[in-house]
């Protein structure tokens, strides 16, 4: 398998409850994305990271959200105390190239907070 | 400020005709790329081309072409003589360093 993975591709969760979602990415790349998609928008920026050193954030990654990617491999999005603001699809993607180069992306992993 | 707009939210042809999605961007960088992606129903987003902001050349791809317009800062995607499969939610996206920024997408359906 060469494509960006992602488990689990559904979750369903109550609010206040922590939720853990997880990215391989293609195994050659060493930058890795994280982003949110709402029904209707395109997808956000929430982090990236080159390797293992996470180096941008967005402002959309509140105190509530982290990332790792502890041995520059795959990465693990966590939230915590999740609200229902937060149900959307989770998208991770991947790319060898430089910050301009093609992100190739995951099917993602849908979040429902009820 | 970097900024994308898809003003067609939706589109819907009927097989063979030929569709435009228009795609309008707002940077005031002078090096950026922009992108074309593809969504289909099963929700993995599929890249379909990068193009520098310092190559205004048009791309043909198949049934695909690109017409990137630095004057009006457009980027337009043509699909010629559009099939069923193209149906899905189509998305422009800006990208300057490891910040892109993409619009809210268009879906278009194409119907037999």
């Known amino acids: 398998d060469t494509g960006v993975s992602q488990n689990p591709r559904h979750k369903i969760t109550k609010r206040g409850q922590n939720v853990t979602f997880r990215c391989d990415p293609i195994?050659?790349?060493?930058?890795l994305y994280w982003y949110r998609q709402t029904l209707g928008q395109g997808p956000e920026f929430l982090t990236y990271?080159?390797?293992?050193?996470?180096?941008?954030k967005s402002r959309l990654l509140s105190d509530r959200f982290s990332a790792e990617r502890p041995k520059g491999s795959f990465s693990t999005l966590e939230i915590q105390r999740t609200e229902q603001g937060d149900s959307a699809m989770y998208l991770c993607?991947?790319?060898?190239?430089?910050?301009?180069?093609?992100?190739?992306f995951g099917e993602g992993s849908r979040l429902t907070v009820l | 400020a970097q900024k994308v707009t898809q003003a067609q939210t939706e589109i819907s042809v009927v097989e063979k005709e030929d569709v435009t999605l228009d795609c309008v961007y707002e940077t005031r960088d002078t090096t950026y790329y922009l992108f074309w992606y593809k969504q289909p129903p099963s929700g993995e987003l599929v890249f379909l081309i990068r193009?520098?902001?310092?190559?205004?050349q048009n791309e043909i791809s198949g049934r695909y072409s690109w017409n990137f317009q630095k004057s009006t800062s457009s980027f337009n995607f043509t699909i010629t003589a559009s099939q069923v499969v193209d149906s899905a939610v189509y998305f422009c996206?800006?990208?300057?360093?490891?910040?892109?920024?993409f619009g809210a997408g268009t879906r278009l359906t194409v119907k037999p």
């Open positions: 993607a991947s790319s060898s190239r430089g910050g301009f180069g093609e992100l190739f």
């Open positions: 996206a800006l990208s300057r360093n490891n910040d892109m920024r």
């Open positions: 193009r520098n902001s310092f190559d205004e």
């Open positions: 195994s050659e790349h060493n930058r």
């Open positions: 990271f080159q390797n293992e050193a996470q180096l941008e």
